[in-house]
């Protein structure tokens, strides 16, 4: 009766990857599975932990279905589950990374107490005045004076970076790193044109505008042109 | 019908209701119908600086909860010709004896009667202010050089530009004392004026003779010779839509020598 596998299982460097067929039945599936990890059991004893990924095409796995087997890797002693990989999005998910990705522009002047949100990239068209805060999930980019509180990346996201025309905040945070002004700006120190961002010491720093262009080049979104 | 304007600031004792007075008198100095309304209840002190505390018979409170007629309530300033009024808070009821849709009503029928109904707020963000700008049609902010009421005031301008029915607030920057400003010990106009972002429609100086003033119960903009009196009068004029440019910092208090200085390049 039976015909083709729906379990592929594909040894690499990083582990193992199970190629799930997408077009049987979930139950199925699950069964082939199930078989096939009581069947190499022996083989696999006395190695050392391997990685377990799926690759699982064109089908939807809701968050049971994927904890299902999730389980039955893990009931194997040498066996750890890695990424789930799927073609296939919910309409909800496909929202949430088309907002995260998405520039919001906003024109105002965030005043004390006041407080900005996006989702995805946030420009300011306006100042963040002192006792007011901007926060975003992507970057922050304010086109006028930022002397209150900006939080970027604020969902993890360390590569986000916070660029202001006059860069004099109370307080910067990207994702989960905060770095404190100095208690005086001084007069003379313009602060002009600057961006923050997490260095490779893990820390925030400040530079000039210019060299986001090296250091985080995937801001560029236009494609082609010269 | 006349148009609603309250004072207001967040911070106390930067002078809401000094303004309030004297922008009041200098209003009815221009022959306007002026009605000013005391919303501070429990710490009432407008009907003080106006020296119209005797006279007081009836409240806010009262006029609200029916207990009087809003005109029997309204206190004659009798310097002036039927033109300038007091509607004062009550000093003895709870805060929360007046809510914003009635300040909103009662200022609606103020302006049947009067060209301005000038209000006067407490100070904070809560209740009081609700029903200081429950009946506005304009609001301005006083704040003085100090970055503590610049800040408060900047948390009062957001709360206002969100309030549909009022226009975007103007500035009254208050307590100026110029050589501290010049020595930099003191926020400049420049500096307020663009981190609020406002348009600024006047500027008054420290000045001793505003505080004798208000003691004796007459508002300094009765004295046609003190420099904040003509701060305060500029005031009124630009509400009614004047261009008075604004005072030099240098007229605004002390002499014209130092601005001829100025104008020498001698430092
Ligand atoms: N321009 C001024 N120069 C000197 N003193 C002032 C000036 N404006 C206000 N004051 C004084 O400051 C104090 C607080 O003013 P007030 O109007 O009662 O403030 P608020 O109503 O905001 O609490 C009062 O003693 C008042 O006389
Ligand atoms: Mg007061």
């Given at each position: 009766m039976k015909k083709t596998q729906n379990v592929l299982i594909k040894g690499t460097k990083d582990g193992l990857i199970l190629h799930l067929?997408?077009?049987?039945?979930y139950e199925d599936l699950k069964k082939e599975l199930l078989d096939k990890l009581t069947e190499n059991q022996r083989v696999h004893k006395d190695y050392p932990l391997i990685t377990v990924s799926f690759k699982i095409g064109n089908r939807y796995l809701t968050d049971e279905q994927k904890e299902e087997l999730r389980t039955l890797i893990r009931q194997e002693k040498n066996l750890v589950v890695g990424n789930i990989d799927s073609n296939v999005l919910t309409k909800t998910e496909v929202e949430k990374m088309m907002k995260e990705e998405e520039i919001v522009s906003v024109a105002r002047i965030v005043r004390s107490g006041q407080v900005l949100e996006a989702t995805g990239d946030l420009l300011l068209i306006g100042d963040v005045n002192p006792g007011g805060k901007v926060v975003a999930g992507g970057n922050i980019y304010v086109m006028?004076?930022?002397?209150g509180i900006a939080h970027a990346g604020?969902?993890?996201?360390?590569d986000a970076v916070i660029s202001a025309s006059v860069m004099k905040p109370s307080q910067i945070r990207i994702s989960d790193v905060i770095t404190r002004a100095p208690d005086v700006f001084l007069?003379?120190?313009?602060?002009?044109m600057e961006c923050a961002y997490i260095g490779e010491n893990g820390q925030i720093m400040i530079d000039r505008l210019q060299v986001l262009m090296h250091l985080r080049p995937n801001l560029n979104r236009l494609e082609g042109g010269h | 019908m006349g148009e609603a304007i309250v004072i207001t600031s967040g911070?106390?004792?930067?002078?809401k209701t000094t303004t309030s007075a004297n922008i009041g008198t200098a209003l009815a100095l221009q022959g306007k119908r002026v009605c000013l309304v005391d919303?501070?209840?429990?710490?009432?002190?407008l009907d003080v600086i106006m020296g119209l505390?005797?006279?007081?018979?009836?409240d806010l409170v009262d006029v609200v909860e029916g207990r009087c007629k809003i005109h029997q309530a309204l206190v004659k300033d009798k310097r002036f010709e039927d033109l300038l009024y007091l509607l004062p808070a009550a000093?003895?009821?709870?805060?929360?004896?007046?809510?914003p849709e009635q300040m909103k009503e009662l200022v609606d029928s103020l302006k049947q009667d009067y060209d301005y109904v000038i209000i006067d707020c407490p100070a904070g963000i809560e209740h009081g202010y609700r029903n200081a700008v429950a009946g506005a049609d304009k609001a301005i902010v006083v704040t003085t050089p100090e970055v503590s009421a610049v800040r408060d005031a900047d948390r009062i301008i957001g709360l206002l530009e969100k309030?549909?029915?009022?226009?975007p607030p103007k500035l009254v920057i208050n307590r100026i004392r110029s050589h501290m400003m010049k020595n930099g010990d003191m926020l400049d106009v420049d500096e307020i004026t663009t981190h609020l972002s406002i348009d600024l429609i006047g500027i008054v100086a420290d000045d001793d003779e505003v505080i004798k003033a208000s003691n004796h119960g007459?508002?300094?903009?009765?004295?046609?010779?003190?420099k904040a009196s003509i701060a305060y009068r500029n005031i009124a004029r630009r509400i009614l839509g004047e261009s008075v440019p604004l005072q030099p910092l240098d007229e605004v208090q002390g002499g014209v020598f130092s601005k001829l200085k100025k104008f020498f390049g001698v430092k």
């Open positions: 067929d997408d077009q049987c039945s006028g004076a930022l002397r604020v969902y993890g996201n360390q007069d003379d120190d313009k602060r002009e | 911070k106390g004792g930067v002078g919303t501070d209840i429990g710490l009432r002190n505390e005797n006279r007081i018979i009836y000093q003895t009821s709870d805060k929360t004896a007046v809510t309030e549909e029915n009022v226009e007459e508002p300094i903009a009765l004295n046609p010779n003190s």
